[in-house]
């Protein structure tokens, strides 16, 4: 490729080539204070659809070490999306050395609070904002679960904001905000940087300690979880539960087994805070 970015997010390295030079610029000031990879675990390609199409209407396929042939390509203005999008399906289709869960975390004092649930049920925007004000931020795409420890292990990539969740970070150093990426396949997006903590500790793993099902849009409310209903919606969760196995299933089971579980319904974020709070100190 003619231009390559390499960056390491927790336990997972990533080389990323480009035909264009744009989206590893950006990729460059996102990621800035991240540790470069020296031995990739994957790779990512951004590449024209046709030649031609380097310069005229530049059009960005996503490529790498595993590709899906007839996803659609993407804009330049989209590069940054494209290559983010590029690492979650190496993760996604490559990763079998941990159980991987598609949802978001933080850690206090050592234990990790993990949120799941379909796509804009709050999750990443919750664990955003949290990470704002005293939690480290571990993750807001995919939970790494350790089969050998079940420990959780951090994989603090910048948050992917969306619509209305953009403006709820407009307060934070400008720095740490990558550019407005608008009329993208889920509308306005801009990533954010995690803060400085969460990339300095991000080799530190946490054990999992309560596991949320939030929903945002609703009126407050709260349930207890049977173990079946957790373990059916964790399967679907995870994009490795089948390559991995017995050794997938062993992981799940323990987690289910051993970790308390609500969902939470809110209506905003301060709400979805407050109820997180009150769940934590329960702990305690």
Known sequence: MRHEFRV???PVGFRVGSDWRRPLAEMAALYDGYPEAAIPDFTVRLEAQRPWRRFIRPSVMIGGDYMLPDAAPLSLDHGLLAAEMGMNLQMALGQRRFLLLHASAVERDGKALLMTGHSGA?????????GERGWRFMGDEFAL?????????A????????????????????????????DTPKGTIRHLRPPVDA???MAD???????????FGHDPAMRDMGQAEVFVRLTQASTNYVALGETGFAALTKLVQSVPTRAIDYPDSDAAIGAVERLWGELA
């Open 8 to 10: 390491t997010v927790g």
């Open 122 to 130: 709050g999750k990443s925007t919750l664990s955003a904002l949290l």
């Open 145 to 153: 679960i350790y089969p050998e420890t079940g420990l959780l292990h």
């Open 155 to 182: 994989f603090p990539r910048p948050v992917s904001l969306k619509n209305e969740a953009v403006e709820l970070f407009d307060s934070v150093d400008a720095n740490r905000l990558g550019p407005v990426m608008r």
């Open 199 to 201: 990339i300095a500790k």
């Open 205 to 215: 793993p946490a054990k999992p300690a309560l596991l949320l099902f939030p929903r």
